[in-house]
Nanobody, 122 residues
Framework: QVQLVESGGGLVQAGGSLRLSCAAS????????MGWFRQAPGKEREPVAT????????YYTDSVKGRFTISRDNAKNTVYLQMNSLKPEDTAVYYC???????????????WGQGTQVTVSS
């Protein structure tokens, strides 16, 4: 049974930083692409950042480029999202997800965490 457990969310002022972590268990192979998605109130869920299984290929949505960094430690089965220069519009529930396809195949993410709230105050 696959489990993805996020941590690190919280309340932060604009301009601040947070680091999200996602601990994965039950994946049959370390060759799973991982990603962070977010959903703000009244909006559809969107991909924020994704990373290939080896870590060499990454995707960022335009609004977070230069501010967010995704990384992974396969030895610890953990993926991270370092979020700097946070803005109020980054406020959302952030979800960790995994798939066994290309990291940019956003529709193929089959495994999801429960989500962690990130709130950025102005």
């Amino acid at each position: 049974q696959v489990q993805l457990v996020e941590s690190g969310g919280g309340l932060v002022q604009a301009g601040g930083s947070l680091r999200l972590s996602c601990a994965a268990s039950g994946l049959t192979s370390s060759r799973a692409a991982m990603g962070w998605f977010r959903q703000a109130p009244g909006k559809e869920r969107e991909p924020v950042a994704t990373i290939s299984w080896g870590g060499s290929n990454k995707y960022y949505t335009d609004s977070v480029k230069g501010r967010f960094t995704i990384s992974r430690d396969n030895a610890k089965n953990t993926v991270y999202l370092q979020m700097n220069s946070l803005k109020p519009e980054d406020t959302a529930v952030y979800y960790c997800a995994a798939n066994y396809f290309a990291h940019i195949d956003f529709d193929t993410y089959d495994y999801w965490g429960q989500g962690t709230q990130v709130t950025v105050s102005s």
